[in-house]
């Protein structure tokens, strides 16, 4: 079993920074993709960001050039630095495990005023 624990949510200003994190612990085995997710109210979730084991990352088109995943290794821990925030980017951002099986995190809620 795997637990993913996120944190550094919380509510910015446009134009704002955030740093999202999320900590795999447990049985984890070989991690082969992390990954961040948002739900808005009344929207389907959506793919953020996603980085596979071997380093090729992918992003929505409304965030590329804005937000950054990265990974530590050594801790298990999967990033999303989130730059020039935006009002639309206000979600509920759920961190996503893939090992042999599918992970999800508890989510973290991101705010962004106007």
């Known amino acids: 079993q795997v637990q993913l624990a996120e944190s550094g949510g919380g509510s910015v200003q446009t134009g704002g920074s955030l740093r999202l994190s999320c900590a795999a612990s447990?049985?984890?085995?070989?991690?082969?993709?992390m990954g961040w997710y948002r739900q808005a109210p009344g929207k389907q979730r959506e793919m953020v960001a996603t980085?596979?084991?071997?380093?090729?990352?992918n992003y929505a088109d409304s965030v590329k050039g804005r937000f950054t995943i990265s990974r530590d290794n050594a801790k298990n821990t999967v990033y999303l630095q989130m730059n020039s925030l935006k009002p639309e980017d206000t979600a509920v951002y759920y961190c996503?495990?893939?090992?042999?099986?599918?992970?999800w995190g508890q989510g973290t809620q991101v705010t962004v005023s106007s």
């Open positions: 980085l596979t084991s071997g380093g090729n990352t």
């Open positions: 447990g049985s984890i085995g070989n991690i082969n993709v």
């Open positions: 996503k495990v893939i090992t042999w099986r599918m992970y």
